[in-house]
């Protein structure tokens, strides 16, 4: 009987133990959701709905006739101190012309913030490379930037000719040797999204397509719009589950993993 207690005692230890080993390896998981939250770039087929510093929906394909002229973004998501960016947007100049941009958008919206626009000069048309130079600096005397996710640049087109064109800002190999790329520069001159130290954003990068008097492809997996507009945001997958899991670790951490992750939440969706 005397040797009955400490067993139950061990196995009440052993059971907390496993209790808060498992709290402890939820709680890292959960932090390291929260440090994923990387840096994305994308095209945005239909600009319905986003502001400067919020995107909504985000459509991966538009269904436009020809002729008509109509607005696509160049988005960006989970940013921290971004001071200036500049990217290249391949397209087929046959399908879809850019006549126009605007990147007073998210640099514009720091505090007295100056955006100087580095674009190219409108239109990429025919006759043109169909890789459109776009970018923005801020170029307060006081380096300043801007947190969190919106619009880098909103991109007025016109629907050439009958095609389906992709929409890109991915890195491309120019004729003249040198690749280009997207750049995402912060207020310490580091470069953003950039793992191998070329400059170049490495992260995430989401292409968007337009189908000009015919159809989007089936195969686009996801909203699609047609040039009257789009419906409202999703949550991405991933805060889903970080959410689940900070419902459990939130047990152990008296609730500041779930703040954190709600943190996160908003700031993925804002
Ligand atoms: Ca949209
Ligand atoms: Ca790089």
Known sequence: MRRMLPDRYLQALTATLCLWVAVVVLGIFASGVYAQ???????????????????????????????DTFVVDVTVENVAGL????????????????????????LASIPDSNTFDVSESVPEADGDNG????????????????????????????????????????PVQTGAGAPVGAVLTDTNANHIGDSNGDSFFDGAILDARV????????????????????????????????????I???????????????RTSSRGTS
């Open 131 to 170: 890789l459109y130079r776009i970018g923005g600096a801020n170029i307060t005397d006081e380096p300043t930037g801007v947190d969190g996710s919106g619009v880098l640049a909103r991109l007025t087109l016109q629907a050439a000719g009958a095609g389906l064109t992709t929409l890109s800002v991915r």
């Open 211 to 246: 189908a000009v008097d015919q159809s989007c492809p089936a195969d686009d997996g996801g909203p699609i719009a047609t040039l009257t507009g789009s419906d409202g945001g999703g949550i991405p997958t991933w805060i889903m589950v970080a959410v689940s899991v900070g």
């Open 83 to 106: 001071s200036a960016w500049e990217a290249y947007v391949s397209l087929e100049t046959a399908v879809v012309h850019v006549i126009d941009r605007d990147v007073q958008q998210l």
């Open 37 to 67: 939250s990387e840096p994305v770039l994308g095209i945005d087929a239909d600009a319905s709905g986003n502001t400067a510093t919020s995107i909504g929906q985000r459509d991966v394909c538009i269904e436009v006739a020809s002729g």
């Open 248 to 262: 459990v670790a939130a047990a152990g951490f008296g609730g500041m993993a779930l703040i954190r992750l709600r």
